[in-house]
């Protein structure tokens, strides 16, 4: 039986290394690694479709990782053999992609009260627990990477870094002015 995403990701493949696979949402986050991740057996990961990120969608594609890296991306009749690897299959296979401008404040999910107001009014430790939850949400949406301008991202960046949440990398800009 091919193993589930959360079985490889518990493993600590890096989530940039796997790309955003639709409808495989990790239910733990990995730890990081600047260097090759420790898996020692290849990844192989198809899927219908193949967005390459260079190029026009890819029908019947493949990605393979090796020793943390992506060494192929591309069509299945063209893809080296890859015995012993674990396999996944997904309907569509992209790389994660980028929030380039976004505050993790805490503010409500429900709309009707203005941004300031809230941040002003609501304790932070509220808005913490909600930041938590914010970042799971983007990156179970896809976003792997995210440019926080101002908020709690700095927090949330240390506790995905140590493992205890579930975030895409943060890289953060501190407390708004």
Partial sequence: QPPTMNRLLSRRVPAVAVCAVAAAAPTQRPRRHSAACSVQRPVRIEAKTLIPGRGPPVRDGVVILENGKI??????????????????????????????????????????????????????????LRCVAHAAKMLDAGFTSAREVGGMGHLLAAAAEDGSIRAPHIYYAGQIL
């Fill in 71 to 128: 060494s192929y991306a591309g069509p299945r009749l063209e893809a080296p053999s890859t015995q012993g690897a674990d396999v996944i299959a997904g309907d569509t296979v992209m790389p994660g992609m980028w929030d380039c401008h976004t505050h993790f404040l805490g503010c409500s999910d429900k709309p009707g009260k203005e941004v300031l107001t809230e941040v002003l009014h609501t304790p932070e430790g509220l808005r913490a």
